[in-house]
């Protein structure tokens, strides 16, 4: 079963930056694509970045497009989710998620799930 792990949520300042990391639990972590969500109480999970197995392709949701780069390091079964210009509505608990397929930024495709990270962007 593989299992995700997420890492490097916080408190920041609007403005300020952030670095998530997923780990995966697996062998063949460079069959999976990943794809990064937020979820706000009350609200669905919304698609914020997806990345391809290889990492030849990514896509990131209006919203956080010239703010967020998402990258993988395959050898480390890691990817990571760099987030600049943070503002308050970025304040959600992040997901990162695993498929054997496209990277699609639809939730409901995804069959492994991390326990998320808390980001909080408040002054």
């Known amino acids: 079963q593989l299992q995700l792990v997420e890492s490097g949520g916080g408190l920041v300042q609007p403005g300020g930056s952030l670095r998530l990391s997923c780990k995966a639990s697996?062998?063949?972590?460079?069959?999976?694509?990943i794809g990064w969500f937020r979820q706000v109480p009350g609200k669905g999970r919304e698609g914020v970045s997806s990345?391809?197995?290889?990492?030849?392709?990514?896509n990131y949701a209006d919203s956080v497009k010239g703010r967020v780069t998402l990258h993988r390091d395959n050898a480390r079964n890691t990817v990571y989710l760099q987030m600049n210009s943070l503002k308050s509505e970025d304040t959600a608990v992040y997901y990162c998620?695993?498929?054997?397929?496209?990277?699609?930024?639809?939730?409901?495709?995804?069959?492994?799930w991390g326990r998320g990270a808390q980001v909080t962007v408040s002054s």
């Open positions: 998620a695993a498929r054997m397929m496209s990277c699609l930024m639809r939730p409901d495709v995804y069959a492994y």
């Open positions: 697996t062998f063949t972590f460079d069959h999976y694509a």
């Open positions: 990345i391809s197995n290889s990492g030849g392709r990514t």
